[in-house]
């Protein structure tokens, strides 16, 4: 009989699972969007939506309850002046939980969860993630071919390479 | 304690593992890159899931 079994678990007793959804809740209303597993994932959206149902409420009995549930004052804030009035005109489903792949190791599902809402900041992570991921790709490039370029000077004859050498780095 | 009163012969062993066959995972195509992947899963390939560009995927270089 598969009685009693509802929720998740999380292979943890309850204040470390209390500890873990709220860092999860925190760095969600921070980040906008975090990835974990897809049972955790799960397990965070009603704790969520809850924190949101408090920013609508938005008075201050609301906001100490919240404070009470965050992790950090900055989260509070952001959530009663940013986050909550986004979610004006919808009851509940303020998430998008999307499975991405395998955890190596244990093969648990991965997934990503998103407020809705926040593509246009994914999307400008996204472009500042690809830049610095060229930029980085560059200076290796360059790197590797500056190697190069002294592997052949100290190679070659050495009397004549260095000139050659400082060419090709040009 | 109940033991085994004879041994199995080897047919028996393989029929019993007739119904042991894996099935493979039925996979969906991607509107985006046409690729094979996983239903609703975000693409592995093109990092796309319901239009929209959602994982960094990195290209080989
Ligand atoms: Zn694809």
Known sequence: MRHKESGWRLG??????RSLLRNLVTSLIVEE?????LPKAKALRPQVEKMITLGKRGDLWARRQAAAYLMTRE???????TVAPRFGDRNGGYLRIVRTGWQRGDGTDKAFVELLGSE??????RQKRAEVRAKRAAEAKKALEEA??????EGGAPPS??????ETKQ | MPNPKRR???ARTGNRRAHDSLKRHSLSECPNCHEKKMPHRACPKCGYYKGREVLDVEEAS
């Open chain 1, 161 to 166: 390479e260095p000139a050659e050498g400082e």
């Open chain 1, 12 to 17: 943890r007793n309850t204040a470390h699972r």
């Open chain 1, 33 to 37: 969007r975090i990835e974990t597993t």
């Open chain 1, 148 to 153: 190069e370029a002294q592997a052949q000077t």
């Open chain 1, 120 to 125: 246009k900041l994914q999307e400008e992570k």
């Open chain 2, 8 to 10: 199995h012969s080897k």
């Open chain 1, 75 to 81: 989260a509070v804030t952001k959530l009663f002046d």
